[in-house]
């Protein structure tokens, strides 16, 4: 069942958000992790406090600790705090604290001390209305360290097709998608996965809906390569993108991992939130 989009909640020392249905299996977030672990491992190896918040683990703590654990190659100083607005699951991942590793009661305020150098809240922000992003965006952006890194993304129940909108204090940098190979049939299936920001924009006149049209255009045209397998595809297919204008941020490394970044600037909506394509915002 899909849980109806809410409204966003807190005030007078409550937790800002609302309880969500909590789903989610071990591993998969991995997609993300080995994106955090790679490319942006910079920022928590420069840090002076190297915190990191999973916002919004689940029911379960698995993907808490399994970014503790991945994170800790990069920073063997790392501290991970997942963070729920529901105190019964933070009970039971309270079991499972090491040193490095806590659980706390919360919600977008992020109530643990310092400024975390990377948020992560997957599968979160899309149980919430489209108009509530803004302000949730904000108020996490606001208790980031100077070079922190905030995630906003979605992903499929065990992380095949997954996507995530990566911002700074100042505001959104990129988006991201990663797909496993042999799980898609057109690179656009991953509109099912889009972040809230993003998922009721793919529609003409919006830049996701152009963005993605031109991904499946690509994709088809380097169907020849298919042969030598989905890998050569997709990293072809992600230089013709290039080579037409778009400004993809990553290179042949991640392409072959079946990922891609492109600038926010090039996918961002261009309607208000209620708005619709035809219609002065």
Not at 54 to 78: H, I, K, M, N, W
Not at 237 to 242: I, K, L, V
Not at 260 to 280: C, E, I, N, Q
Request: glycine share 10%; charged share 20%; hydrophobic share 40%.
């Amino acid at each position: 069942m899909v849980q109806k989009a809410e409204r966003v909640q807190g005030g007078r020392g409550k937790p800002v958000g609302n309880i969500t249905r909590g789903t989610t299996n071990p591993n998969r977030m991995r997609r993300l992790d080995r994106w955090l672990a790679g490319p942006q491992a910079w920022r928590l190896r420069s840090a002076v406090d190297p915190l990191v918040v999973d916002l919004g683990y689940g029911a379960s703590p698995a993907t808490a600790v399994e970014l503790f654990e991945r994170l800790q190659a990069v920073r063997p100083d790392v501290r991970v705090c997942g963070i729920e607005i529901e105190p019964e699951r933070v009970s039971i991942a309270k079991s499972l604290e090491r040193p490095g590793l806590s659980f706390h009661v919360g919600g977008f305020e992020v109530p643990v001390p310092g400024n975390p150098v990377l948020v992560r809240a997957f599968n979160v922000l899309r149980q919430y209305e489209e108009s509530d992003v803004a302000g949730i965006w904000s108020l996490v952006q606001s208790r980031l360290a100077p070079q922190g890194l905030f995630i906003d993304g979605t992903c499929d129940e065990i992380g095949r097709r997954v996507t995530w909108v990566a911002l700074d204090p100042n505001g959104p940098l990129s988006l991201s998608l990663s797909m496993r190979f042999g799980g898609f049939e057109l690179p656009s299936d991953v509109a099912e996965r889009l972040p809230k920001a993003l998922i009721h924009r793919n529609i003409p006149g919006e830049r996701i809906h152009a963005f993605l049209n031109a991904l499946d255009q690509a994709w088809l045209e380097a169907a020849p390569l298919a042969s030598f397998g989905s890998k050569q595809r997709w990293t072809a297919m992600c230089q013709s993108m290039r080579d037409a204008g778009w400004p993809l941020q990553d290179g042949t490394s991640r392409w072959r991992l079946g990922e891609l970044t492109v600038d926010w600037s090039a996918v961002a909506p261009a309607l208000k939130p209620g708005a619709h394509a035809g219609r002065v915002p």
